[in-house]
């Protein structure tokens, strides 16, 4: 598997809308756009200032270029760099950035460009959404999961102690912008874990996309841009409209958490150490789809399907080795727990899921075993 191969071949840029009354906004997927993004923000915001806010590694690579296409169409900019990694999303940096935001001439006309994976995306969505009460930010994710899932939909979050983002804010960005190119750099491990949030949407919603999942990974894999690409564009079409119906997450909308429950879980466990998100939410997918069958709810066959897919993928498909006592206690700080039920995201089929109301115990109970596998990662 090669994170840094990509096809000449001329793919034409791709739109999405995110249908929100007012509030509606565009995703725009192309390859090699990133020099254009500036006027796309000045005509979604009309801001005259951005603060971009970006790691190191995204930063030396593509920063320079966002700021002078954002310079080319009038508006002023200013970089904040954060530290890399799941641990940098947390109140403490959040104030950092306030500080820094205010210190740097914000105010409500200045918007946020949030430029890096789901981290940056989620972190610099929650600055926008409390600073002053609320400042327009922009998605220009570079990471395969970024792009397909955390960069659309507006919720935004950090972590505490007790569990991830459990505190948060819903806040719509005014664009996203998706260069595919920016997915050449990607480590093969970040590409993969990515994956797991394509393989999430066709396994809840898209049994076709999910087939085609299956004949083409290698091509995906290898960022042939005819088959990511119009990938892309099927998966934040997905994410969309799952949006424009449950923008809040009351109904519809926490189908999306397929695989987080036992993902979020896994990362809490870990002190998000040594585990991707994606990982995490691919091992959560596995143990979601034994369960399904164990409950009589999915056909026969529909968690190995899943798993072989996520294998193939590079994915890890068992949970780590934590005590189930662990686990539960992990499970009782969930966001989706109501009472003593946990809203539990299940498959009835590949592309079909629901879900259900499960007491901790019915999800894992005492005489439960974990099934294991071979991993792919």
């Known amino acids: 598997m090669s994170g840094k191969r990509e096809s000449s071949s001329p793919v034409s840029s791709r739109r999405v ?20 993004v500036g006027p796309a923000i000045a005509a979604a915001t009309g801001a ?22 954002l310079r080319d169409a009038g508006i002023r900019t200013k970089r904040l760099v954060v530290p890399d990694g799941e641990r940098t999303k947390n109140l403490g940096q959040a104030a950092k ?8 001439g914000a105010d409500r006309s200045s918007v946020i460009v949030a430029l890096g994976g789901g981290v940056v995306g989620d972190l610099a969505g929650f600055v926008a ?51 595919a190119g920016t997915l050449g750099s990607l480590p093969p491990r970040q590409l993969a874990a990515g994956l797991a949030e394509v393989i999430k949407h066709a396994a809840i919603r898209d049994e076709r996309l999910f087939r085609r ?24 079409a997905i994410k969309a409209a799952v949006v424009s119906e449950d923008e809040r997450e009351a109904g519809v909308r926490m189908l999306l958490n397929f695989g987080h429950t036992l993902g979020h879980a896994a990362e809490a466990l870990k002190k998000y150490r040594g585990i991707l998100h994606g990982e995490a939410v691919a091992m959560g997918m596995a143990f979601a789809g034994d369960l399904s069958e164990e409950l009589g709810l999915a056909p026969s066959g529909t968690a190995d399907r ?22 539960l206690r992990a ?16 498959l009835r089929a590949i592309g079909r899921a629901e879900t259900r109301p499960l007491r901790l115990a019915e999800i894992w109970p005492s005489r439960r075993k974990l099934r294991r596998r071979g991993s792919g990662g």
């Open 331 to 346: 499970l009782a700080v969930d966001k989706k727990k109501r009472d003593d039920h946990v809203h539990f995201v299940v």
């Open 213 to 236: 999942l299956e004949r083409d990974l290698d091509r995906l894999l290898a960022l042939d841009s005819r088959i990511l690409v119009p990938v892309l564009q099927r998966n934040c």
């Open 17 to 36: 809308r995110v249908a929100l009354g007012e509030r509606s906004y565009p995703i725009e997927i192309g390859v090699g756009t990133l020099d254009a």
């Open 97 to 104: 950035l306030y500080d820094a935001c205010l210190a740097a």
């Open 306 to 327: 899943l798993c072989a897919l996520l294998e193939r993928a590079g994915l890890p498909t068992e949970l780590p080795d934590f005590p189930r006592s662990a686990y």
């Open 48 to 69: 005259r200032r951005a603060i971009l806010i970006s790691v190191p590694p995204v930063a030396r690579r593509y920063a320079a270029r966002v700021e002078r296409s």
């Open 129 to 179: 959404a409390t600073l002053l009460r609320g400042i327009p930010v922009v998605q220009i994710p570079t990471s395969l999961l970024a792009m397909v899932d955390s960069s659309v939909g507006g919720k935004t979050g950090v972590n505490v102690a007790r569990g991830k983002n459990l505190v948060g804010a819903f806040h719509q960005p005014r664009l996203v912008w998706i260069d």
